[in-house]
């Protein structure tokens, strides 16, 4: 149950894209299509973004979009709004009811 | 409204137990597998523990097995976590969630601080 591994910092300026990698095994982000992405402002609790490698809940915008190739997930964030400043982590799934997370990014708008 | 509250942090000597709870509405409650999520000081969230709907079934993260211990009351739309042996790295906000499905936590309480100290 090793965390995930995520860039500690990523930034953008407004209107811009940014993506954060989250890199596991194949024990985990490789071996199932599991992997969700959280959002956390400060003080807040975590907010589901992203959830089976690419899918959005109601309400999410559609500039929030998710992928994988591999031991790698990665989240992309396009049209960079100052709001979207916060930290980001990645969690997947790792067999019998365990998740893992990753070790979070915080995202920086310029 | 569907929420879940949690409660029971506080401030607790080294070696001490603590039990949490979290208390569910606006949503069948034995339906669905709960989670507890922590989160130390400046720190990443971190899995801890996941119980089915039924309460048959636990599961621990390595790092609290044999520490933690995850139950629920259904009856009363309850979950909770039995902290033993509290240690300063126990020390975090921990968080329940509502296991939607296998690795999506739709449903987020708003915390509760454990610190462990002297």
Known sequence: QSALTQPRSVSGSPGQSVTISCTGTNSDVGGYNHVSWYQEHPDKAPKLIIYDVSKRPSGVPDRFSGSKSGDTASLTISGLQAEDEADYYCCSFAGSYIEVFGGGTKLTVL | ?118
């Open chain 2, 1 to 118: 409204e569907v929420q879940l509250v949690e409660s029971g942090g506080g401030l607790v000597q080294p070696g001490g137990s603590l039990r949490l709870s979290c208390t569910a509405s606006g949503f069948t409650f034995s339906s669905y597998a709960m989670t507890w999520v922590r989160q130390a000081p400046g720190k990443g969230l971190e899995w801890v523990s996941t119980i089915t709907g039924s309460g048959y079934t636990t599961f621990y993260a390595d790092s609290v097995k044999g520490q933690f211990t995850i139950s629920r009351d259904n009856s009363k739309n309850t979950l909770y976590l039995l902290i033993n042996s509290l240690r300063a790295e126990d020390t975090a906000i921990y968080y329940c969630a509502q296991r939607l499905s296998t690795g999506r936590f739709d449903l987020w309480g708003q915390g509760t601080l454990v610190t462990v100290s002297s």
